[in-house]
């Protein structure tokens, strides 16, 4: 072949190279290929993993942040919060480009938002024609979980810090002019909140906005996952009792829990016994790998490194 046909053949191979990027560019956006985990019931008791692959069409789907605050009384909480935030940032802005709808729900935390178009949005969202009747209220727990034992005691608050890294901890936030029980003032700075995203902490507004968008699908990330992940007006009990497919993504929230209770396991062994409990009872669990790909994150300090 002469130089002239191999110049044409070679804008041939790039042309068809270039061709097959965007056709697959476009399969990627036109589905979230997810594989849902839960727990299924045996007939001598026990539970077995079930994985069910699903593909979500990225404009039927929300993810919520819940609780990504800048702060917080215990201090161990905090240095997890600021170890997962750069891998949840990756997962929001990929799962933004798809086309999926962002909400960022720092409780508590709005009024520092006030005037930003995200926080207009969610005020403006139009009232839903089924708005359940308990979606502006807390809750702690949906009838499939009395079917199970709750696996772990967080009746002390769930605070694992040192107790006297904790007192220094509370000076520091009271020296800050900040409450130490409750020094929250915003979202973790490290998650980009982009003008067509929302913010809210309502679960009346928060439903308005996905019933809007005709949203079908929910995926949860951010903290406690034993008390407002799973908890709040817009959490995970809510959001599967009134029909929504919702998911937790396990490997990006963390627990309230102390090793000194029940039962009296690491921290980290903690969080995934709440997390098998919402695999049985509550909804499944997906891992951000699935959206970024590589492997779950893993905290640093968890001694199984799973």
Known sequence: MNSRGNRWLSRVVCALLV???????????????????????????NYQVSIRPELWK???????????WDLHHCRNAVMRVGEMTPRMNEVLEKTRKAGAFI??????????YEGHPARERAKAAPKASNLPADIGSWCRKIPAE??????????????DDDPREHAAWAIELK??????????TRQVAGLRIDDADAISDSGV????????????????V???????????????????????????????????????????????????????????????????DQILGGKPFVFSKDPRQR
Request: hydrophobic share 35%.
């Open 205 to 220: 507004e928060i439903w308005n906005l996905i019933e809007d968008r005709k949203i079908k699908n929910v995926i949860l």
């Open 222 to 288: 951010g903290v406690h996952v034993n008390m407002c992940v799973a908890g709040r007006p817009f959490g995970l009990r809510q959001m599967a009792k009134n029909g929504k497919n919702v998911v937790l993504m396990r490997d990006m929230t963390d627990s309230m829990y102390n090793p000194k209770a029940w039962p009296y396991v690491d921290h980290y062994t903690g969080t995934d016994l709440f997390i098998e409990h919402a695999e049985k009872f509550i909804c499944p669990t997906i891992t951000s």
């Open 19 to 45: 061709l097959a990027a965007i056709t697959i560019d476009v399969l990627s956006a036109e589905s979230l290929s997810l594989k849902l985990q839960h727990r299924v019931g045996t007939r001598n008791g």
């Open 146 to 159: 009395e079917k199970g034992k709750y696996p772990i005691d967080q009746t002390d608050g769930g605070e």
């Open 103 to 112: 909400i960022h729900a720092p409780s508590s935390c709005t009024k520092f």
């Open 175 to 184: 020296a800050k002019g900040l409450n130490p029980r409750a020094p929250w």
């Open 58 to 68: 990225p404009g039927q789907t929300a993810v919520i942040v819940c609780d990504m």
